[in-house]
């Protein structure tokens, strides 16, 4: 079972920036990574989704045009690029591989997956 490792987050100022990390443990070339949240009481939600075919992106729309997914199959990591952090974007953030490889990314979001890595918390300061 291939494992997920995040890392990157911390504490911010409103307006400031994160880039997350998610190192895999075996190669996600074939794979389309995605990023999910969770903030305290809420459920996890979908962020963003990085096709393993060419690259392409599919963000939910209130982080659209703030974050930028991101993927490096040569080493196996994934990015999220977070700019104009806000508050409410506090959260355990969440690296996620799709169930299976060579599927259409743009349904990634509606899939039950079962390969997490264990998250890592942004705080946004106001």
């Known amino acids: 079972q291939m494992q997920l490792e995040e890392s990157g987050g911390g504490l911010v100022q409103a307006g400031g920036s994160l880039r997350l990390s998610c190192a895999a443990s075996g190669s996600i070339s074939n794979y389309n990574m995605g990023w999910y949240r969770q903030a305290r009481g809420k459920e996890r939600e979908f962020l963003a989704v990085?096709?393993?075919?060419?690259?392409?992106?599919y963000y939910q729309d209130s982080v659209k045009g703030r974050f930028t997914i991101s993927r490096d199959n040569a080493k196996n990591m994934v990015y999220l690029q977070m700019n104009s952090l806000k508050p409410e974007d506090t959260a355990v953030y969440y690296c996620?591989?799709?169930?299976?490889?060579?599927?259409?990314?743009?349904?990634?979001?509606?899939?039950?997956?079962?390969?997490w890595g264990q998250g890592t918390p942004v705080t946004v300061s106001s």
């Open positions: 990085v096709a393993w075919e060419n690259g392409s992106t």
């Open positions: 996620a591989r799709d169930v299976r490889p060579y599927s259409d990314y743009r349904t990634m979001p509606s899939r039950f997956l079962d390969v």
